[in-house]
């Protein structure tokens, strides 16, 4: 793989994953912050393929799928849990959700 655009796919994937870092931060809605995730999730993903190129190696696309699956399987509980926040809050503000008795 050449050298610049092996720099230019690693500095995306660096730039996605502080966007998302810094959305989930900064965001109160509990949906948004699960969108973020997913970006951070994908530029992990986008740096491993990288790495498995620049190597020739397919541990990059085997990493890439195990994040693939992890990122499904988060999907599902975090969808889980927003409903049930939004069933007893009525609200999806992630600030809500810490004056919850339990």
């Known amino acids: 793989m050449n050298t610049s655009i092996m720099e230019a ?11 998302g870092l810094i ?7 509990v949906i ?13 993903g986008l740096a491993f393929i990288v790495a498995g190129s620049k190597w020739v ?5 085997v990493m890439f799928i195990f994040i ?3 990122a499904a399987a988060e999907v599902s ?3 889980a849990l927003i409903l049930q926040i939004y069933h007893q ?5 992630s600030d809500a959700a810490n004056f919850m008795k339990g």
Do not use: C, H, W, Y
């Open 89 to 93: 809050l009525k609200t999806l503000d």
């Open 32 to 44: 948004f912050m699960l969108i973020s995730v997913e970006i951070m999730l994908n530029a992990a």
């Open 9 to 19: 796919a690693l500095l995306l994937a660096g730039v996605l994953f502080m966007l």
């Open 68 to 70: 693939l699956t992890m």
């Open 57 to 61: 190696q397919p541990d990059g696309q």
């Open 23 to 29: 959305s989930v931060l900064i965001r109160r809605n």
């Open 77 to 79: 509980v975090g969808l």
